[in-house]
């Protein structure tokens, strides 16, 4: 009984280590995700449940955006932003996040 908590508790805490698995990322331009404007900068992302969750590395200022989660096949190398851009502002399509199979959709 022991042991099969012990391994419960082990499962439990390698899945929140793995669900608060951050990413790095750099926004050359002022961007927007969803409905929230991002300016130039560097951020770290993270998924909370179908939400992303920027973080500005510079400030600390978080910036929540709802995300349709997809699931490749295989993993991706790298992150990778691909955005369309309309003026002086670029408009966040998807980010492959490397090291997983998880794509996040806008």
């Given amino acids: 009984m022991k ?3 012990f391994v419960a508790g082990i499962l439990a805490l390698s899945t929140l280590s793995f669900a608060s698995k951050t990413y790095e990322i750099a926004l050359a331009n002022s961007t927007k995700a969803g409905s929230v404007q991002l300016k130039a900068g560097q951020y770290s992302v993270k ?3 179908d939400k992303a969750v920027f973080t500005d590395v510079d400030t600390a200022k ?4 709802p995300v349709k989660i997809q699931n490749a096949a295989k993993k ?3 992150t990778k932003i691909d955005a369309t851009h309309d ?3 670029d408009t ?3 980010i492959q996040l490397g090291g997983s199979t998880t794509e996040l959709d806008f």
């Fill in 3 to 5: 042991k099969s908590l």
């Fill in 47 to 49: 998924i909370s449940g």
């Fill in 62 to 65: 978080q910036y929540t955006v």
């Fill in 76 to 78: 991706f190398d790298s």
């Fill in 87 to 89: 003026g002086n502002v």
């Fill in 92 to 94: 966040l399509k998807d």
